[in-house]
């Protein structure tokens, strides 16, 4: 016999509809979802099902829970625009919400042959590695590791230190603008580490974004790769 697929577990299934329901708009920011025995009745499932379901939601930051109240949306998925100028803070601040960052890492490494290629470097030459996680409304929505040519940007290191923003980060380095080259959108399933930082459940749909960013000679200045939590982020492709 052969053995059976797995499956989305039930709760997890509804977790993933109501998300959507969320994202499309039918329930507002701040609005009550209908009470357990209510979506207990539309999944046809038992209460304690839905109960695990909106856990799971409220461990994303999506939903909370209002003692004798229920249980009311949180936050909707935020839209990110895509395009030539790419910037976490105006982005999140476009959507009403707060951004803020928390650097993970961040030391000078010898480049291989990839990173090398991508920013016009010479192998091991030394390149900047920042990772950190990014946050909305203190709840996080991206994890992100950049590269920076060490050279090219003296003095980054401090400066990535010093400034919340990237983008304030490079303009104190002398760069005053940049744009991306090109930006790749592939569809991920969270890992382990992935999902500990999102806080999400691991094998959750995530969404990877890697690109290259120039100044405005054309020079390359930044390759980074950043993961968005698929639930809380849609991408937006746009010439901006």
Known sequence: MTKAASRTPVWKSIAITLTDD????????????????????????????????????????LVHARRGAGVFVAAKPTDYPVGKRIRFHQNIRRA?????????????LAA?????????????????VYEGLSYADDHPVALARTLFPADRLPGIIDALQSHDSITAALKACGVEDYTR????????????????HLRTSEGAPILRTTGISDDLNGVPIEFGRTWFAGDRVTLTVGDD
């Open 22 to 61: 969320i994202a499309q708009g039918r329930y507002d920011r701040g609005a009550k979802l209908p009470a357990e025995a209510q979506l207990a009745e539309r999944f046809g499932v038992n209460r304690h099902t839905v109960r695990r379901a909106l856990a799971d939601m409220s461990e994303q930051g």
């Open 96 to 108: 009403g919400r707060v951004p803020s960052k928390k650097v993970l890492r961040l030391e000078t």
């Open 112 to 128: 291989d042959a990839r990173e090398a290629d991508v920013l016009e470097l010479e192998p091991g030459d030394p390149v900047v």
């Open 181 to 196: 080259r090109e930006t790749r959108i592939t569809a991920k399933l969270a890992t382990a580490t992935q999902a500990l």
